[in-house]
Protein backbone atom coordinates (compact mmCIF):
# COMPACT_ATOMS: atom_id res chain seq x y z
CA UNK A 1 0.00 0.00 0.00
CA UNK A 2 1.07 4.03 -0.89
CA UNK A 3 -0.09 5.09 2.50
CA UNK A 4 0.72 4.11 6.19
CA UNK A 5 -2.05 2.10 7.78
CA UNK A 6 0.18 -0.27 9.88
CA UNK A 7 1.88 2.19 12.52
CA UNK A 8 1.03 2.46 15.96
CA UNK A 9 0.44 6.13 17.00
CA UNK A 10 0.74 7.62 19.97
CA UNK A 11 -2.11 9.68 20.91
CA UNK A 12 -1.59 10.13 24.61
CA UNK A 13 -1.36 13.90 25.11
CA UNK A 14 -2.55 14.75 21.55
CA UNK A 15 -6.24 15.81 22.20
CA UNK A 16 -7.74 12.65 21.37
CA UNK A 17 -10.46 11.67 24.26
CA UNK A 18 -9.91 7.57 22.68
CA UNK A 19 -6.97 7.68 25.04
CA UNK A 20 -6.78 10.37 27.11
CA UNK A 21 -10.40 9.87 28.62
CA UNK A 22 -9.29 6.34 29.72
CA UNK A 23 -8.31 6.41 33.87
CA UNK A 24 -9.54 10.23 33.77
CA UNK A 25 -11.30 11.45 36.67
CA UNK A 26 -15.27 10.65 36.38
CA UNK A 27 -15.15 8.66 33.17
CA UNK A 28 -16.60 5.71 32.46
CA UNK A 29 -13.94 3.90 31.39
CA UNK A 30 -11.03 2.88 34.02
CA UNK A 31 -7.72 2.56 33.47
CA UNK A 32 -6.45 -0.83 32.59
CA UNK A 33 -4.69 -2.71 35.39
CA UNK A 34 -0.71 -2.70 35.57
CA UNK A 35 1.23 -4.56 32.69
CA UNK A 36 -1.80 -3.68 30.00
CA UNK A 37 -1.78 -0.83 27.31
CA UNK A 38 -4.69 1.63 26.27
CA UNK A 39 -6.24 -0.65 22.92
CA UNK A 40 -8.72 2.16 22.05
CA UNK A 41 -11.98 0.44 20.45
CA UNK A 42 -14.82 2.49 21.65
CA UNK A 43 -15.29 6.23 20.32
CA UNK A 44 -15.56 6.14 16.52
CA UNK A 45 -12.20 7.29 15.58
CA UNK A 46 -9.25 6.41 13.71
CA UNK A 47 -6.00 5.35 14.86
CA UNK A 48 -4.64 6.04 11.45
CA UNK A 49 -2.58 9.01 9.93
CA UNK A 50 -4.60 10.92 8.02
CA UNK A 51 -4.11 11.34 4.55
CA UNK A 52 -1.38 13.58 3.83
CA UNK A 53 -3.14 16.08 1.54
CA UNK A 54 -5.37 17.04 4.12
CA UNK A 55 -2.10 18.20 6.94
CA UNK A 56 -0.14 19.48 3.48
CA UNK A 57 -3.12 21.85 2.46
CA UNK A 58 -3.79 23.12 6.30
CA UNK A 59 -0.10 24.16 6.75
CA UNK A 60 0.30 25.98 3.07
CA UNK A 61 -3.15 28.16 4.20
CA UNK A 62 -1.75 28.32 7.73
CA UNK A 63 1.47 30.46 6.02
CA UNK A 64 -0.95 33.33 5.70
CA UNK A 65 -0.93 35.38 8.69
CA UNK A 66 -4.38 36.36 8.87
CA UNK A 67 -7.47 34.09 9.81
CA UNK A 68 -10.54 36.60 9.44
CA UNK A 69 -13.92 36.34 8.04
CA UNK A 70 -14.41 34.74 4.59
CA UNK A 71 -16.66 32.81 2.54
CA UNK A 72 -16.54 29.22 1.15
CA UNK A 73 -14.70 29.06 -2.04
CA UNK A 74 -15.77 27.92 -5.66
CA UNK A 75 -12.77 24.99 -4.68
CA UNK A 76 -15.03 24.46 -1.61
CA UNK A 77 -18.39 23.23 -3.47
CA UNK A 78 -16.49 21.63 -6.61
CA UNK A 79 -14.69 19.43 -4.60
CA UNK A 80 -17.96 18.02 -2.65
CA UNK A 81 -19.33 18.10 -6.02
CA UNK A 82 -16.56 15.88 -7.44
CA UNK A 83 -16.48 13.73 -4.39
CA UNK A 84 -20.11 12.85 -4.44
CA UNK A 85 -20.17 11.88 -8.19
CA UNK A 86 -16.72 9.98 -8.20
CA UNK A 87 -18.04 7.76 -5.00
CA UNK A 88 -21.49 8.18 -5.51
CA UNK A 89 -22.25 8.48 -8.60
CA UNK A 90 -24.40 11.28 -7.87
CA UNK A 91 -24.98 13.30 -11.16
CA UNK A 92 -26.62 17.39 -11.45
CA UNK A 93 -25.35 18.17 -7.84
CA UNK A 94 -24.71 22.17 -7.85
CA UNK A 95 -23.55 24.31 -5.43
CA UNK A 96 -27.08 25.65 -4.69
CA UNK A 97 -27.92 22.27 -3.41
CA UNK A 98 -25.18 21.98 -0.91
CA UNK A 99 -25.34 23.67 2.84
CA UNK A 100 -22.71 23.66 5.30
CA UNK A 101 -23.53 22.36 8.77
CA UNK A 102 -21.00 22.39 11.94
CA UNK A 103 -22.07 18.54 12.68
CA UNK A 104 -24.28 16.06 10.93
CA UNK A 105 -26.28 15.83 14.63
CA UNK A 106 -26.84 19.68 14.71
CA UNK A 107 -28.23 19.10 10.66
CA UNK A 108 -30.78 16.29 11.74
CA UNK A 109 -31.94 19.06 14.54
CA UNK A 110 -32.09 21.56 12.02
CA UNK A 111 -34.21 19.49 9.93
CA UNK A 112 -36.17 18.08 12.09
CA UNK A 113 -36.98 22.02 13.50
CA UNK A 114 -38.22 22.93 10.24
CA UNK A 115 -40.19 19.69 9.45
CA UNK A 116 -41.88 18.78 12.93
CA UNK A 117 -43.29 20.57 16.11
CA UNK A 118 -41.56 20.27 19.29
CA UNK A 119 -42.68 17.15 21.08
CA UNK A 120 -43.99 15.11 17.82
CA UNK A 121 -42.88 11.44 17.26
CA UNK A 122 -39.63 10.63 15.10
CA UNK A 123 -39.35 6.85 13.41
CA UNK A 124 -35.86 5.31 13.53
CA UNK A 125 -34.48 1.95 13.27
CA UNK A 126 -32.84 0.08 16.37
CA UNK A 127 -30.19 -0.46 17.43
CA UNK A 128 -29.92 3.19 17.25
CA UNK A 129 -26.97 5.37 17.38
CA UNK A 130 -26.64 7.21 20.39
CA UNK A 131 -25.59 10.84 19.16
CA UNK A 132 -29.65 10.05 17.55
CA UNK A 133 -31.11 9.44 21.17
CA UNK A 134 -28.95 12.54 22.99
CA UNK A 135 -29.70 15.26 20.16
CA UNK A 136 -33.72 14.39 19.64
CA UNK A 137 -34.15 14.09 23.36
CA UNK A 138 -32.43 16.86 24.38
CA UNK A 139 -34.64 19.30 21.16
CA UNK A 140 -37.63 17.74 22.78
CA UNK A 141 -38.45 14.95 20.42
CA UNK A 142 -39.79 11.62 21.31
CA UNK A 143 -38.55 8.84 19.04
CA UNK A 144 -40.49 5.79 18.36
CA UNK A 145 -37.94 2.57 17.47
CA UNK A 146 -38.61 -0.04 14.52
CA UNK A 147 -36.32 -2.79 15.16
CA UNK A 148 -34.13 -4.19 12.38
CA UNK A 149 -34.31 -8.02 12.35
CA UNK A 150 -31.91 -10.61 11.22
CA UNK A 151 -33.05 -13.01 8.50
CA UNK A 152 -31.72 -16.61 8.09
CA UNK A 153 -28.53 -15.05 7.23
CA UNK A 154 -28.13 -13.10 9.90
CA UNK A 155 -28.01 -10.00 8.18
CA UNK A 156 -30.25 -7.25 9.71
CA UNK A 157 -32.81 -6.09 7.82
CA UNK A 158 -35.38 -3.39 7.94
CA UNK A 159 -39.22 -5.06 9.27
CA UNK A 160 -41.44 -2.78 6.89
CA UNK A 161 -44.30 -3.57 8.25
CA UNK A 162 -43.68 -2.49 12.00
CA UNK A 163 -42.02 0.74 10.30
CA UNK A 164 -45.90 0.87 8.99
CA UNK A 165 -47.82 0.22 11.96
CA UNK A 166 -45.41 2.48 14.42
CA UNK A 167 -45.85 5.48 11.51
CA UNK A 168 -49.99 5.36 11.49
CA UNK A 169 -50.32 4.41 14.85
CA UNK A 170 -47.64 7.49 15.97
CA UNK A 171 -48.66 9.81 13.14
CA UNK A 172 -45.20 10.29 12.24
CA UNK A 173 -44.20 12.51 9.47
CA UNK A 174 -40.51 12.63 10.30
CA UNK A 175 -38.34 9.69 10.01
CA UNK A 176 -34.09 9.54 10.37
CA UNK A 177 -32.29 6.68 8.24
CA UNK A 178 -29.07 5.93 9.08
CA UNK A 179 -26.93 4.78 5.93
CA UNK A 180 -24.81 2.81 6.49
CA UNK A 181 -26.10 1.75 9.06
CA UNK A 182 -24.47 2.49 12.76
CA UNK A 183 -23.97 0.65 15.00
CA UNK A 184 -25.12 -2.54 12.65
CA UNK A 185 -23.02 -1.91 9.82
CA UNK A 186 -25.54 -2.67 7.37
CA UNK A 187 -24.92 -0.84 3.62
CA UNK A 188 -28.48 -1.46 2.20
CA UNK A 189 -29.08 -2.63 -0.93
CA UNK A 190 -30.80 -0.43 -3.45
CA UNK A 191 -33.90 -1.95 -3.34
CA UNK A 192 -34.10 -1.91 0.52
CA UNK A 193 -33.85 2.01 -0.12
CA UNK A 194 -36.15 1.79 -3.21
CA UNK A 195 -39.27 0.20 -0.43
CA UNK A 196 -38.08 2.32 2.70
CA UNK A 197 -39.03 5.63 0.41
CA UNK A 198 -42.03 3.99 -0.98
CA UNK A 199 -43.67 3.77 2.28
CA UNK A 200 -42.68 6.78 3.41
CA UNK A 201 -44.21 8.40 0.51
CA UNK A 202 -46.96 6.30 1.11
CA UNK A 203 -47.84 8.02 4.37
CA UNK A 204 -46.19 11.48 3.57
CA UNK A 205 -42.92 10.52 5.91
CA UNK A 206 -40.33 13.58 5.44
CA UNK A 207 -36.37 11.71 5.50
CA UNK A 208 -33.32 12.56 7.34
CA UNK A 209 -30.37 10.66 5.61
CA UNK A 210 -27.47 10.48 7.90
CA UNK A 211 -24.85 8.98 5.42
CA UNK A 212 -21.46 10.19 7.37
CA UNK A 213 -20.29 6.43 6.68
CA UNK A 214 -20.88 6.55 3.01
CA UNK A 215 -17.45 6.27 1.96
CA UNK A 216 -16.78 3.89 4.72
CA UNK A 217 -17.99 0.50 2.36
CA UNK A 218 -16.12 -2.96 2.57
CA UNK A 219 -15.24 -4.93 0.11
CA UNK A 220 -18.28 -6.43 -2.03
CA UNK A 221 -20.78 -3.60 -0.90
CA UNK A 222 -22.31 -0.66 -2.62
CA UNK A 223 -23.79 2.53 -0.79
CA UNK A 224 -27.14 3.76 -2.59
CA UNK A 225 -27.57 7.58 -1.71
CA UNK A 226 -31.32 7.85 -0.23
CA UNK A 227 -31.49 10.40 -2.78
CA UNK A 228 -30.75 8.32 -5.97
CA UNK A 229 -33.87 5.89 -5.82
CA UNK A 230 -36.66 8.30 -7.32
CA UNK A 231 -37.76 11.58 -8.21
CA UNK A 232 -39.31 11.39 -5.07
CA UNK A 233 -37.14 10.43 -2.68
CA UNK A 234 -34.66 13.00 -3.96
CA UNK A 235 -37.42 15.85 -2.82
CA UNK A 236 -38.14 14.24 0.51
CA UNK A 237 -34.96 13.95 1.87
CA UNK A 238 -32.29 15.92 3.66
CA UNK A 239 -29.05 14.21 3.49
CA UNK A 240 -26.29 14.63 5.54
CA UNK A 241 -22.71 14.06 4.85
CA UNK A 242 -18.80 14.72 6.01
CA UNK A 243 -15.19 14.09 5.71
CA UNK A 244 -14.90 13.93 9.19
CA UNK A 245 -15.39 9.97 9.76
CA UNK A 246 -13.87 9.18 6.17
CA UNK A 247 -10.41 11.09 7.30
CA UNK A 248 -10.69 11.31 10.76
CA UNK A 249 -11.64 14.84 10.45
CA UNK A 250 -13.73 15.27 13.78
CA UNK A 251 -11.92 17.17 15.89
CA UNK A 252 -12.02 19.87 13.18
CA UNK A 253 -15.39 20.07 13.05
CA UNK A 254 -17.21 20.27 9.18
CA UNK A 255 -20.18 18.62 7.97
CA UNK A 256 -22.59 19.36 5.02
CA UNK A 257 -26.27 18.66 3.67
CA UNK A 258 -27.58 18.40 0.05
CA UNK A 259 -31.68 19.49 -0.07
CA UNK A 260 -32.45 18.95 -3.60
CA UNK A 261 -36.16 20.88 -2.36
CA UNK A 262 -36.23 24.11 -2.99
CA UNK A 263 -38.59 25.32 -0.06
CA UNK A 264 -37.37 22.67 2.56
CA UNK A 265 -33.32 24.19 1.48
CA UNK A 266 -34.53 27.44 2.18
CA UNK A 267 -35.88 26.65 5.02
CA UNK A 268 -33.16 24.33 6.94
CA UNK A 269 -30.39 26.96 5.67
CA UNK A 270 -32.79 29.64 7.53
CA UNK A 271 -32.81 27.42 10.84
CA UNK A 272 -29.47 26.83 10.87
CA UNK A 273 -28.82 30.31 10.61
CA UNK A 274 -30.27 31.27 13.86
CA UNK A 275 -27.78 30.83 16.31
CA UNK A 276 -25.31 32.45 14.33
CA UNK A 277 -22.69 29.56 15.40
CA UNK A 278 -23.68 27.53 12.51
CA UNK A 279 -20.48 28.38 10.28
CA UNK A 280 -17.20 27.36 8.76
CA UNK A 281 -13.97 27.25 10.13
CA UNK A 282 -11.43 28.05 7.42
CA UNK A 283 -8.83 25.62 8.19
CA UNK A 284 -11.65 22.54 8.09
CA UNK A 285 -12.46 24.10 4.53
CA UNK A 286 -8.97 23.67 3.62
CA UNK A 287 -8.82 20.17 5.49
CA UNK A 288 -11.88 19.13 3.71
CA UNK A 289 -10.43 20.30 0.17
CA UNK A 290 -7.05 18.74 0.95
CA UNK A 291 -8.95 15.54 1.44
CA UNK A 292 -11.18 15.25 -1.73
CA UNK A 293 -8.13 15.92 -3.53
CA UNK A 294 -7.20 12.93 -5.99
CA UNK A 295 -4.67 11.15 -3.59
CA UNK A 296 -7.60 11.17 -1.07
CA UNK A 297 -9.56 9.06 -3.22
CA UNK A 298 -6.67 6.61 -3.45
CA UNK A 299 -6.32 6.81 0.65
CA UNK A 300 -10.09 5.98 1.23
CA UNK A 301 -9.42 2.73 -0.99
CA UNK A 302 -6.73 1.38 0.80
CA UNK A 303 -8.48 2.70 4.03
CA UNK A 304 -11.35 0.13 2.67
CA UNK A 305 -9.43 -2.60 2.09
CA UNK A 306 -7.52 -2.07 5.77
CA UNK A 307 -10.78 -2.34 7.44
CA UNK A 308 -12.18 -5.44 5.35
CA UNK A 309 -8.97 -7.08 6.71
CA UNK A 310 -9.51 -6.00 10.10
CA UNK A 311 -13.10 -7.06 10.02
CA UNK A 312 -12.49 -10.39 8.16
CA UNK A 313 -9.79 -11.24 11.09
CA UNK A 314 -12.51 -10.23 14.04
CA UNK A 315 -15.34 -11.85 12.78
CA UNK A 316 -13.46 -15.36 12.00
CA UNK A 317 -11.58 -15.04 15.57
CA UNK A 318 -15.05 -14.40 17.15
CA UNK A 319 -16.52 -17.45 15.29
CA UNK A 320 -13.74 -19.88 16.08
CA UNK A 321 -12.63 -18.90 19.67
CA UNK A 322 -15.85 -17.15 21.31
CA UNK A 323 -18.28 -19.64 21.90
CA UNK A 324 -21.59 -18.15 22.56
CA UNK A 325 -20.70 -14.73 20.75
CA UNK A 326 -22.30 -13.75 17.96
CA UNK A 327 -21.91 -10.97 15.27
CA UNK A 328 -23.70 -10.23 11.93
CA UNK A 329 -20.57 -9.50 9.89
CA UNK A 330 -20.41 -5.32 9.00
CA UNK A 331 -20.52 -4.02 4.96
CA UNK A 332 -19.53 -0.78 6.45
CA UNK A 333 -18.57 1.02 8.75
CA UNK A 334 -15.22 0.16 10.89
CA UNK A 335 -17.82 -1.04 13.74
CA UNK A 336 -18.68 -4.24 15.36
CA UNK A 337 -21.80 -4.80 17.48
CA UNK A 338 -21.26 -8.31 19.24
CA UNK A 339 -24.07 -10.44 20.62
CA UNK A 340 -22.97 -11.81 23.85
CA UNK A 341 -26.39 -13.18 25.44
CA UNK A 342 -25.46 -16.57 24.74
CA UNK A 343 -22.03 -16.05 26.38
CA UNK A 344 -23.45 -14.59 29.34
CA UNK A 345 -26.34 -16.91 29.64
CA UNK A 346 -23.86 -20.05 30.12
CA UNK A 347 -20.91 -18.01 32.17
CA UNK A 348 -23.61 -16.46 34.58
CA UNK A 349 -21.97 -12.97 33.87
CA UNK A 350 -23.68 -9.30 33.61
CA UNK A 351 -22.77 -6.82 31.20
CA UNK A 352 -20.84 -4.99 33.57
CA UNK A 353 -18.50 -8.27 34.46
CA UNK A 354 -17.93 -8.43 30.73
CA UNK A 355 -17.34 -5.02 30.23
CA UNK A 356 -14.89 -4.40 33.15
CA UNK A 357 -12.84 -7.44 32.36
CA UNK A 358 -12.15 -6.03 28.76
CA UNK A 359 -11.32 -2.36 30.18
CA UNK A 360 -9.39 -4.57 32.99
CA UNK A 361 -6.68 -5.76 30.27
CA UNK A 362 -6.87 -2.44 28.19
CA UNK A 363 -9.35 -3.49 25.57
CA UNK A 364 -11.45 -0.39 25.83
CA UNK A 365 -14.60 -1.26 24.00
CA UNK A 366 -18.67 0.16 24.27
CA UNK A 367 -21.50 -0.63 26.57
CA UNK A 368 -24.16 -1.54 23.54
CA UNK A 369 -26.60 -0.64 25.92
CA UNK A 370 -26.81 2.74 24.67
CA UNK A 371 -27.88 1.93 21.51
CA UNK A 372 -30.30 0.03 22.49
CA UNK A 373 -28.55 -3.32 22.25
CA UNK A 374 -28.99 -5.35 25.85
CA UNK A 375 -26.74 -7.93 25.44
CA UNK A 376 -24.26 -5.92 22.98
CA UNK A 377 -20.66 -4.33 22.57
CA UNK A 378 -19.91 -2.13 20.07
CA UNK A 379 -16.26 -2.47 18.83
CA UNK A 380 -14.03 -0.27 16.75
CA UNK A 381 -11.84 -1.71 14.46
CA UNK A 382 -10.38 1.24 13.00
CA UNK A 383 -6.46 0.28 14.30
CA UNK A 384 -3.71 -1.41 12.71
CA UNK A 385 -3.90 -5.01 11.89
CA UNK A 386 -1.43 -5.68 14.97
CA UNK A 387 -3.59 -4.25 17.72
CA UNK A 388 -6.61 -5.59 16.64
CA UNK A 389 -4.92 -8.84 16.84
CA UNK A 390 -3.59 -7.96 20.01
CA UNK A 391 -6.93 -6.98 21.44
CA UNK A 392 -8.42 -9.95 20.37
CA UNK A 393 -5.74 -11.94 22.09
CA UNK A 394 -6.18 -10.42 25.51
CA UNK A 395 -9.85 -11.19 24.95
CA UNK A 396 -9.39 -14.83 24.35
CA UNK A 397 -7.25 -15.35 27.09
CA UNK A 398 -8.40 -12.82 30.00
CA UNK A 399 -12.36 -12.49 28.97
CA UNK A 400 -13.81 -15.09 26.96
CA UNK A 401 -11.73 -18.10 27.71
CA UNK A 402 -10.00 -16.83 31.06
Known amino acids: MRYDFTSVLDRRGKDAIAVDAVGAPGSSYPAPR??????????ADMNFPVCPTITEAMIERAKHPTFGYFDPTKEYFDSIIQWQETHNGVTGLTRKNIGYENGVLGGVITALNVLCSKGEKVLLHSPTYVGFTGSLTNNGYHIVHSPLQKDENGVWRMDLADMEKKIVQNKIHA???????????????????????????KHDVMVISDEIWSDIILTGNKHTPTQSVSEDAKM???????PSKTFNLAGLVGSYHIIY???????????????????????????????????????????????????????????????????????????????CAEWLRTHGKTMDDLLHAGWDVGVVWQDGRAFHGQTHIRMNLALPLSRVQEAFGRLDTYVFNA
Open 261 to 339: NPWLKARCDKEASLSHYNSMNVMSMHALIGAYRPEGYEWVKELCETITGNVDFACDYIAAHFEGVTVSRPQGTYMLFLD
Open 34 to 43: EGFDIIPMWV
Open 236 to 242: RTVALYA
Open 175 to 201: AIFCSPHNPCGRVWEKWEVERAMQLYK
